[in-house]
């Protein structure tokens, strides 16, 4: 371990003989050899978020990247990265919690089957950030502000309205510009506020008795406990 200017630090990451027995025994070989070292950089960080009312939370946080260079990708923007990755992971639980829906498993009982609807399920997500993001164009804002939940309720209560009548057989008056009265009904919904910075991991019994706060975040980085590298030659 090194100490860079910025306060992150130079790491040596080095398989143990127990990662290696576990290795070897899963593959059935016995003569494995050990992984090479890996060179990686560690970010240590406290994150103090202030809400609005004056409540704090302290949260430790490391970050190993293999992005080395501290003059190219300072210490405290590795944060700001990590932050931002994390939006991958909001679109992953749109689409298993709010396209899919929670506790719905895939019906595919094949791996081709289940590909199949998983990628019916990310079409469906794409079109339906589509919609938000042409309405928060209309709407003159972020696609932040508009909530894809609502979105993707208007886009099922228009495809239902939108058939033709059993009865009659013919489609509704709307029929003829679908896109353009679902775009005004997504615009007309209550907007969110953009750039939300708010707590988070609250559980269910907070959320319905402490409204969600403004926050501010104050970053520090810190240095690691680990130990000096050991750089003697291995048996």
Same mark, same amino acid.
């Given at each position: 371990?090194?100490?860079?200017?910025?306060?992150?630090?130079?790491?040596?990451?080095?398989?143990?003989?127990?990662?290696?027995?576990?290795?070897?025994?899963?593959?059935?070989?016995?003569?494995?050899?050990?992984?090479?070292?890996?060179?990686?950089?560690?970010?240590?960080?406290?994150?103090?978020?202030?809400?609005?009312?004056?409540?704090?939370?302290?949260?430790?946080?490391?970050?190993?990247? #293999?992005?080395? =260079? !501290?003059?190219?990708?300072? @210490?405290?923007? +590795?944060? *700001?990265?990590?932050?931002? $990755?994390?939006?991958?992971?909001?679109?992953?639980?749109?689409?298993?919690?709010?396209?899919?829906?929670?506790?719905?498993?895939?019906?595919?009982?094949?791996?081709?089957?289940?590909?199949?609807?998983?990628?019916?399920?990310?079409?469906?997500?794409?079109?339906?950030?589509?919609?938000?993001?042409?309405?928060?164009?209309?709407?003159?804002?972020?696609?932040?502000?508009?909530?894809?939940?609502?979105?993707?309720?208007?886009?099922?209560?228009?495809?239902?309205?939108?058939?033709?009548?059993?009865?009659?057989?013919?489609?509704?008056? #709307?029929?003829? =510009? !679908?896109?353009?009265?679902? @775009?005004?009904? +997504?615009? *007309?919904?209550?907007?969110? $506020?953009?750039?939300?910075?708010?707590?988070?991991?609250?559980?269910?019994?907070?959320?319905?008795?402490?409204?969600?706060?403004?926050?501010?975040?104050?970053?520090?980085?810190?240095?690691?406990?680990?130990?000096?590298?050991?750089?003697?030659?291995?048996?």
């Amino acid at each position: 371990m090194r100490t860079l200017k910025d306060g992150s630090e130079l790491v040596l990451l080095r398989e143990s003989a127990g990662m290696l027995g576990k290795r070897r025994s899963a593959a059935g070989n016995r003569l494995l050899p050990r992984r090479p070292d890996t060179a990686a950089r560690l970010v240590c960080f406290t994150v103090l978020t202030t809400t609005r009312s004056g409540r704090t939370k302290k949260a430790q946080v490391r970050v190993l990247t #293999t992005l080395l =260079d !501290p003059d190219a990708f300072p @210490a405290r923007e +590795i944060p *700001a990265c990590y932050s931002r $990755r994390w939006q991958v992971e909001t679109a992953f639980l749109h689409l298993k919690r709010t396209v899919r829906g929670a506790g719905r498993e895939l019906r595919g009982q094949s791996p081709e089957l289940a590909r199949q609807e998983a990628w019916a399920l990310l079409l469906v997500h794409n079109m339906i950030a589509a919609m938000t993001a042409r309405a928060a164009h209309a709407a003159g804002t972020g696609i932040a502000a508009v909530s894809l939940a609502a979105v993707l309720a208007l886009v099922r209560g228009h495809v239902t309205a939108n058939t033709c009548c059993r009865h009659c057989g013919k489609r509704p008056s #709307t029929a003829s =510009d !679908p896109l353009g009265s679902l @775009a005004a009904a +997504i615009t *007309a919904q209550p907007l969110n $506020r953009e750039n939300r910075s708010r707590t988070s991991g609250r559980t269910k019994t907070e959320r319905k008795k402490r409204r969600t706060e403004e926050a501010t975040y104050d970053l520090t980085i810190n240095p690691s406990n680990l130990p000096p590298a050991d750089t003697s030659p291995r048996t």
